[in-house]
């Protein structure tokens, strides 16, 4: 059974240091992975997603990079602000026709003004 | 466009109503979830139809009740809830399973 685990669970950093969120998962056989990030109260914003078949995805501040073999995928965050205060959640898609996300628990961050 | 709408953003119901929460997205996704969000954890899966059929339980409950009434829209049925149904809950859609899935921003459920 896939389970995704994140690292750290909490997050507090100065506004503009660059930080890296952490997403493993047990079973390399996934067919996309996904961050998100969540505001309290507030739905999921797909941040990025990444394919089985890709390394890395960048979006604006935000780059996410995928080791499928070794079951790694990172966030980095550059130059962080205190608007990127959220929780940031990591998901997978398990190559497995039906399955659908599996997510992790997620890391929340504060950004510190 | 990227939208999925829920409504209603706030819900107040009583253990004996039924009431509905609806879901519409015009992306042309043909799967669409149900998901269920206590504080501070993830989000836990519900119901998954694809392709207007109903592919995955979760073993939820008989009080919810979905409802796919067109590819567009998708209705959660709620009947005598309890308390600790209580949760903010999210409906989502993908182009088909395991494509990116988009969120809505939840219904708050709260259940007296």
């Known amino acids: 059974k896939q389970e995704v685990t994140q690292i750290p669970a909490a997050l507090s950093v100065p506004e503009g240091e660059n930080l890296v969120l952490n997403c493993s998962f047990t079973?390399?056989?996934?067919?996309?992975l996904q961050w998100f990030r969540q505001d309290p109260g507030k739905g999921l914003t797909s941040l990025l997603l990444?394919?089985?078949?890709?390394r890395e995805q960048t979006s604006g501040r935000l780059n996410a990079s995928l080791d499928k073999s070794s079951g790694r995928s990172t966030l980095y965050i550059a130059a962080s602000q205190p608007g990127d205060s959220a929780t940031y959640l990591c998901?997978?898609?398990?190559?497995?026709?039906?399955?659908?996300?599996?997510f992790g628990k997620g890391t929340r961050l504060s950004v510190i003004a | 466009d990227t939208e999925v709408t829920q409504t209603p953003k706030h819900l107040v119901m009583g253990m004996t109503n039924k009431k509905s929460l609806k879901c519409e997205q015009h992306?042309?996704?043909?799967?669409m979830y149900w998901y269920k969000q206590k504080a501070k954890k993830p989000p836990e899966l519900m119901f998954v139809y694809s392709y207007e059929k109903l592919s995955i339980n979760e073993s939820v409950p008989s009080r919810f009740s979905p409802e796919c009434p067109n590819s567009s829209l998708l209705n959660l049925h709620l009947h005598a809830l309890q308390p600790e149904d209580s949760a903010l809950y999210l409906c989502a859609s993908s182009l088909v399973g395991n494509t990116e899935a988009f969120f809505g921003q939840g219904t708050r459920l709260t259940v007296v």
């Open positions: 079973d390399s056989a996934i067919y996309n």
């Open positions: 998901a997978v898609w398990p190559d497995s026709g039906n399955t659908p996300l599996v």
């Open positions: 990444i394919q089985s078949s890709q």
């Open positions: 992306m042309g996704h043909r799967a």
